[in-house]
């Protein structure tokens, strides 16, 4: 008897996507398993019982590796995006009075700007301070007008459209006001996120 023929007989019995797969452990909820059975039995119905955990299995797995290369992309754009274009908005802290200019002018005043970092600011966001303690209005830029005051160079701040109230404003609760007293730059999505000042610190 030729054995090497018996084996190659033997070998053809396993089917061939079967021989080129590795086998490998993988952890499931139960909750996800009971699914994942309860659709094997629905769909053994109707495929003379080809179809088992397996094949739905790497069904799945097929569909994330498609999706994987997109996301991928998707996240290295974004991310690129954002190394590039660090933050967008300024924040200005204020005195409680400087509600009544920035509602009556469109425009804030006498503000010091790295000018390095005019190219990347969209946004304008105004802090209050005591009494009111939160950051409360945001604008659109227009234009930056350069102001000599004191021998020291400063900008004006010209607004584009309406000032929008953010509602309700975001509070500084129980952080220490020293941290409102510099002019930061952030992103605007993560201050209209914001629940409280710290959130943006």
Same mark, same amino acid.
């Given at each position: 008897?030729?054995?090497? !023929?018996?084996?190659?007989?033997?070998?053809? !019995?396993?089917?061939?996507?079967? &021989?080129?797969?590795?086998?490998? #452990? !993988?952890?499931?909820?139960?909750?996800?398993?009971?699914?994942?059975?309860?659709?094997?039995?629905?769909?053994?119905?109707? =495929?003379?019982?080809?179809?088992?955990?397996?094949?739905?299995?790497? +069904? $799945?797995?097929?569909?994330?590796?498609?999706?994987?290369?997109? #996301?991928?992309?998707? %996240?290295?754009?974004?991310?690129?995006?954002? @190394?590039?274009?660090?933050?967008?908005?300024?924040?200005?802290?204020?005195? =409680?009075?400087?509600? $009544? %200019?920035?509602?009556?002018?469109?425009?804030?005043?006498?503000? @010091?700007?790295?000018?390095? +970092?005019?190219?990347? !600011? @969209?946004? %304008? #966001?105004?802090? *209050?301070?005591?009494?009111?303690?939160?950051? @409360?209005?945001? #604008?659109?830029?227009?234009?930056?007008?350069?102001?000599?005051?004191?021998?020291?160079?400063?900008? &004006?701040?010209?607004?584009?459209?309406?000032?929008?109230?953010?509602?309700?404003?975001?509070? *500084?609760?129980? *952080?220490? $006001?020293?941290?409102? &007293?510099?002019?930061?730059?952030?992103?605007?999505?993560?201050?209209? &996120? $914001?629940?409280?000042?710290?959130?943006?610190?």
């Amino acid at each position: 008897m030729n054995q090497n !023929l018996v084996n190659d007989i033997k070998s053809l !019995l396993v089917p061939k996507e079967d &021989r080129e797969k590795k086998q490998v #452990a !993988l952890f499931l909820p139960q909750h996800t398993i009971d699914k994942l059975d309860n659709y094997v039995s629905i769909l053994s119905k109707y =495929s003379d019982g080809k179809v088992n955990r397996n094949i739905l299995i790497q +069904k $799945a797995i097929d569909c994330l590796l498609e999706s994987i290369p997109t #996301a991928i992309d998707e %996240f290295e754009n974004e991310y690129e995006k954002v @190394k590039k274009e660090p933050y967008d908005t300024i924040l200005v802290p204020s005195q =409680s009075s400087g509600e $009544a %200019f920035i509602l009556e002018n469109q425009y804030w005043e006498y503000t @010091k700007i790295n000018p390095e +970092k005019l190219k990347y !600011l @969209k946004y %304008f #966001a105004l802090y *209050l301070g005591h009494p009111v303690q939160q950051i @409360k209005y945001w #604008a659109e830029i227009d234009s930056f007008e350069e102001v000599t005051l004191d021998n020291q160079k400063k900008y &004006r701040i010209y607004f584009k459209g309406a000032i929008h109230t953010i509602t309700p404003g975001i509070p *500084l609760k129980d *952080l220490n $006001a020293v941290y409102t &007293r510099p002019i930061r730059y952030i992103k605007k999505e993560k201050l209209l &996120r $914001a629940k409280e000042y710290k959130d943006i610190i």
